[in-house]
């Protein structure tokens, strides 16, 4: 008998723990275990790379970390959080050069720190200040996309510019779990497949889309398996495990540049903390469902790993630490001197010619503000 249409939805009682729904998922790319110990030696990027990936992942940790105590603070917005999924955004990241375009979402502040975006712009547009909404001009990062998918049909458009130009450059687009359900990812493969354009697509399956866990999202329980269906690549890669997405985002760029076209990366982490520092996940999400995350912090990982193979000391750590807060706190002081914003300036960095539309609502905003 079918079902009634207006019976609402039950949760099975059966239903595994996401921990339960991580580990039944197979195999994923991996270099590093959570205990710091290598997997696949042959693989492994040399110290130096090493290190230069712990650098950055202190950093926007650090990054993440101050941004809640702006938050509660008064002195930055609403925020999503990216701690824990530093890894997926870190050797992703890395993996361009300036010459290449990065689109990320709003969850991924850390790649675009990464990537180059100074820090006082980047609080200035968390602070929702106009300072932070037009991106540096020799950057070719792209404002925090926040209608999700919408980021991956422009990443193929700016890929197929370069590739008209002649150029090698190509472009890198961040996606979630929940986003890759929209029609916009499907589109965007397809589109970026057919025309063979210089694209990486990050898929950061990162368990939930706000308080709906992957495992509800989807039937499917292998994202990267949808590159199949568009005939490119797709690989699963250990999420929290920086130099796993660091040697799988280096493989896909170096496809692109050669023309072999676009590649689709499912980094598998974790969204440890809140959906944005003004969410309770306590309210959707048990104990259950988070359990074992602790273990595999992509920072304690690298770390663990760095020390045992004697590239870091404690000290150099210590030093790196002082560094990474002297110049955040530098940076904090130079985004209080960026002059308060005022109301009209709410409509101006939207098109590069305003609308009639925004030019009457801008005049008005003058008008109110003379009082
Ligand atoms: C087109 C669109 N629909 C709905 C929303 C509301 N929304 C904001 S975040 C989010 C969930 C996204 O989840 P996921 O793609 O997994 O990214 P994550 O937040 O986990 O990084 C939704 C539905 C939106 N921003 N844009
Ligand atoms: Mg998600």
């Not at 950055?56 to 930055?76: C, K, N, Q, S």
């Not at 999503?80 to 992703?92: D, K």
């Not at 000391?313 to 030093?319: C, N, V």
């Amino acid at each position: 008998m079918p079902r009634s249409q207006t019976t609402p939805p039950q949760a099975s009682p059966a239903q595994p723990g996401e921990a339960a729904y991580q580990a039944a998922q197979g195999e994923m790319f991996q270099l590093i275990a959570p205990d710091g110990s290598v997997t696949d030696a042959a693989r492994l990027p040399g110290p130096a790379t090493r290190l230069h990936l712990y650098r950055h992942m202190r950093r926007i940790r650090h990054f993440d970390e101050r941004a809640w105590v702006l938050y509660r603070t008064g002195r930055m917005g609403v925020f999503p959080p990216f701690g824990g999924m530093e890894a997926s955004q870190v050797g992703t990241a890395a993996a361009l050069t300036n010459e290449d375009w990065l689109f990320p979402t709003y969850r991924d502040t850390g790649a675009a720190l990464t990537y180059g975006l100074p820090i006082p712009q980047t609080v200035a547009y968390w602070r929702t200040s106009p300072h932070g909404w037009a991106m540096p001009e020799n950057l070719k990062v792209l404002p925090f996309y926040i209608p999700i998918a919408t980021q991956y049909p422009h990443a193929v458009g700016a890929a197929l510019a370069e590739k008209r130009k002649g150029t090698q450059n190509v472009a890198m687009a961040f996606i979630g779990d929940g986003g890759s359900s929209e029609g916009d990812f499907h589109e965007a493969l397809n589109f970026a497949g057919a025309l063979n354009a210089p694209c990486v697509f990050v898929l950061q399956n990162n368990g939930w889309a706000i308080s709906v866990p992957t495992r509800s999202q989807t039937k499917a329980t292998n994202l990267s398996r949808r590159a199949e269906g568009y005939g490119i690549p797709g690989v699963r890669v250990d999420g929290n495990d920086v130099l796993a997405t660091y040697v799988a985002a280096a493989e896909a760029v170096q496809r692109a540049r050669n023309g072999e076209g676009p590649t689709l990366i499912e980094t598998v982490t974790y969204r440890v903390k809140p959906h944005t520092v003004a969410d309770d996940p306590s309210r959707y999400r048990s104990a259950e469902d988070t359990a074992g995350w602790d273990t595999k912090d992509p920072v304690v990982r690298l770390r663990t790993h760095l020390l045992r193979e004697g590239h870091l000391t404690e000290q150099g750590e210590a030093e790196l630490l002082r560094e990474i807060e002297a110049e955040f706190e530098a940076a904090v002081t130079e985004a209080d001197q960026f002059p308060e914003p005022t109301p009209a300036e709410i409509v101006d960095h939207v098109f590069a010619e305003p609308t009639p539309a925004l030019v009457r609502q801008r005049a008005q905003l003058l008008e109110e503000e003379r009082g």
